[in-house]
C-alpha cells in the first residue's frame, strides 16, 4: 500500500476521516464521533459514552507517576469528558494490558488509585478485560447520564459569546516539562502534582449545564489553542484571546521563563490541565463570579467569539495580534 502516512495527517486528520467512513443515521444518536463524549438518547435523559486511552512511553512514563496515581489518573482523564458536556459520570469498563513482569503490588496500588478516585466521584467500576502487553495500556470506558436539553457540546459557541475558562493554565504541561527535564524541583512540585493528579471539573460542569450559563464547553486535554480550535470549528466561528487574560499560577510565573523562551508557551499549547473552556452569551456575565465563588473555582474571561473568517486570533500583550500557526500536541505529528 502506498500514499500518505499518519504522520502526514495526524491525529484529527486521521479521526476527522474515520468521522466521514462511520457516519450513522440513527436517530436516538445525538452526538457521535466530534465531541468529548458520544450523546445516545433514553427517553429524557441521554445516556453519555467516552474512552480514553493511557500507554506506557507516551501518556506516562513508571519512573514519575506511581500506581495509586496511574490509576486516579486514569479515571480522572474520562471524567473530565464527561464534565465538558455538563453531565454525570455513573459506571466505568476498564482493560488493561499488563507485561508479564509487572507486580501484583503495582496492580493492586493501580487498582486503590482506581477506586479512590472512583469512591470521590461516585462512579462504580462495572467490569474490563485483561490481556499480555509489551507495555502498560489502560483503557477506560465510562458512562454517565444527563438532561438532554442541559447538556453542553463543542458546538453551540454564537458569535459575539465571552470566551472563558476554569482554572489556571499551563502548570501541568510545565509540570512534566520539569520531569523531562529531571531539573531541581524545589518549590515547583505542586506543578509536577498537576501533571500526575489532574482534578476534574466534574461538579463545575453540572452547574453550567444545569444553570444554562454556556451555548458551548470542551475540557482542555490536548492545549488551550487546539482545544479552542475544535470548538470553534464545531461551532463554525472564530475567536480572540488576549494572551494578558490568560489565567496563570504564581507558582507557573515563576518556573515557566526558565523552561522556556515563550513564558506563555504552556499555558497556550501545553496539554492535560482538564480546565473547562466555555462559551457564555455577554447577558450571563454577573452570574458567573457568584459561581465561582461558590465553587471556589477561578472562572476567568479570555476572549469573544468571532465570525468564522476571523480564525482564531491572538493578541500579545503588546496589542499586536497573530494567528497561530502551531496549536499543540497532537499525535503521529
Ligand atoms: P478527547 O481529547 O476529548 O478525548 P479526541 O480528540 O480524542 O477527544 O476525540 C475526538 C472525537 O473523535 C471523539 O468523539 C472520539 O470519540 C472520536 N474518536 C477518537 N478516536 C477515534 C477512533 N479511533 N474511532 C472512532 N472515533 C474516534
Ligand atoms: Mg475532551
Redesign the pocket.
Same mark, same amino acid.
Given at each position: 500500500m502506498t500514499g500518505k502516512v499518519l504522520r502526514e495527517i495526524g491525529?484529527?486528520g486521521i479521526?476527522n476521516r474515520?468521522?466521514k467512513w462511520?457516519t450513522s443515521s440513527d436517530p436516538a444518536l445525538v452526538q457521535?464521533?466530534?465531541?468529548?463524549v458520544?450523546v445516545i438518547e433514553m427517553g429524557s435523559k441521554a445516556l453519555l459514552v467516552?474512552?480514553?486511552i493511557l500507554i506506557e512511553g507516551i501518556h506516562f512514563d513508571k519512573s514519575w507517576i506511581d500506581p495509586f496515581q496511574l490509576g486516579r489518573k486514569a479515571l480522572a482523564v474520562n471524567l473530565s &469528558?464527561i464534565a465538558s458536556m455538563g453531565g454525570t459520570p455513573k459506571y466505568f469498563l476498564i482493560s488493561i494490558g499488563l507485561p508479564k513482569n509487572i507486580s501484583l503490588s503495582f496492580v493492586s496500588s493501580f487498582y486503590r488509585g482506581l477506586k479512590k478516585e472512583a469512591k470521590q466521584f461516585r462512579v462504580e467500576l462495572v467490569g474490563g478485560d485483561t490481556s499480555l502487553a509489551q507495555k502498560i495500556i489502560i483503557n477506560i470506558c465510562l458512562l454517565g447520564e444527563g438532561r438532554k436539553s442541559d447538556l453542553l457540546f463543542r458546538k453551540g459557541a454564537k458569535v459575539g459569546d465571552d470566551l472563558l475558562v476554569s482554572g489556571t493554565l499551563g502548570d501541568a504541561a510545565l509540570g512534566l516539562k520539569i520531569l523531562q527535564e529531571k531539573r531541581k524541583t524545589k518549590g515547583l512540585e505542586k506543578l509536577i502534582k498537576k501533571h500526575l493528579s489532574p482534578c476534574p471539573r466534574v461538579e463545575l460542569g453540572q452547574a453550567i449545564a444545569k444553570h444554562h450559563l454556556a451555548t458551548a464547553m470542551i475540557?482542555i486535554? &490536548?492545549g488551550l489553542l487546539i482545544d479552542t480550535s475544535?470548538l470553534l470549528e464545531e461551532s463554525g466561528v472564530g475567536a480572540r484571546i488576549r494572551e494578558d487574560r490568560i489565567p496563570l499560577s504564581s507558582l507557573y510565573r515563576k518556573g515557566a521563563r526558565s523552561f522556556s523562551g515563550n513564558p506563555l508557551q504552556f499555558a497556550l499549547s501545553g496539554g492535560e490541565d482538564y480546565e473547562l473552556l466555555f462559551t457564555s452569551p455577554c447577558e450571563m456575565r454577573e452570574r458567573i463570579p457568584p459561581l465561582a465563588r461558590s465553587l471556589k473555582i477561578p472562572i476567568t474571561r479570555i476572549g469573544e467569539i468571532l465570525p468564522r473568517k476571523e480564525g482564531l486570533c491572538i493578541i500579545k500583550k503588546d496589542g499586536k495580534d497573530y494567528s497561530p500557526s502551531r496549536l499543540g500536541f497532537e499525535h503521529f505529528r
Amino acid at each position: 500500500m502506498t500514499g500518505k502516512v499518519l504522520r502526514e495527517i495526524g491525529e484529527f486528520g486521521i479521526i476527522n476521516r474515520i468521522r466521514k467512513w462511520t457516519t450513522s443515521s440513527d436517530p436516538a444518536l445525538v452526538q457521535g464521533i466530534g465531541d468529548d463524549v458520544a450523546v445516545i438518547e433514553m427517553g429524557s435523559k441521554a445516556l453519555l459514552v467516552t474512552t480514553d486511552i493511557l500507554i506506557e512511553g507516551i501518556h506516562f512514563d513508571k519512573s514519575w507517576i506511581d500506581p495509586f496515581q496511574l490509576g486516579r489518573k486514569a479515571l480522572a482523564v474520562n471524567l473530565s &469528558d464527561i464534565a465538558s458536556m455538563g453531565g454525570t459520570p455513573k459506571y466505568f469498563l476498564i482493560s488493561i494490558g499488563l507485561p508479564k513482569n509487572i507486580s501484583l503490588s503495582f496492580v493492586s496500588s493501580f487498582y486503590r488509585g482506581l477506586k479512590k478516585e472512583a469512591k470521590q466521584f461516585r462512579v462504580e467500576l462495572v467490569g474490563g478485560d485483561t490481556s499480555l502487553a509489551q507495555k502498560i495500556i489502560i483503557n477506560i470506558c465510562l458512562l454517565g447520564e444527563g438532561r438532554k436539553s442541559d447538556l453542553l457540546f463543542r458546538k453551540g459557541a454564537k458569535v459575539g459569546d465571552d470566551l472563558l475558562v476554569s482554572g489556571t493554565l499551563g502548570d501541568a504541561a510545565l509540570g512534566l516539562k520539569i520531569l523531562q527535564e529531571k531539573r531541581k524541583t524545589k518549590g515547583l512540585e505542586k506543578l509536577i502534582k498537576k501533571h500526575l493528579s489532574p482534578c476534574p471539573r466534574v461538579e463545575l460542569g453540572q452547574a453550567i449545564a444545569k444553570h444554562h450559563l454556556a451555548t458551548a464547553m470542551i475540557d482542555i486535554s &490536548d492545549g488551550l489553542l487546539i482545544d479552542t480550535s475544535h470548538l470553534l470549528e464545531e461551532s463554525g466561528v472564530g475567536a480572540r484571546i488576549r494572551e494578558d487574560r490568560i489565567p496563570l499560577s504564581s507558582l507557573y510565573r515563576k518556573g515557566a521563563r526558565s523552561f522556556s523562551g515563550n513564558p506563555l508557551q504552556f499555558a497556550l499549547s501545553g496539554g492535560e490541565d482538564y480546565e473547562l473552556l466555555f462559551t457564555s452569551p455577554c447577558e450571563m456575565r454577573e452570574r458567573i463570579p457568584p459561581l465561582a465563588r461558590s465553587l471556589k473555582i477561578p472562572i476567568t474571561r479570555i476572549g469573544e467569539i468571532l465570525p468564522r473568517k476571523e480564525g482564531l486570533c491572538i493578541i500579545k500583550k503588546d496589542g499586536k495580534d497573530y494567528s497561530p500557526s502551531r496549536l499543540g500536541f497532537e499525535h503521529f505529528r
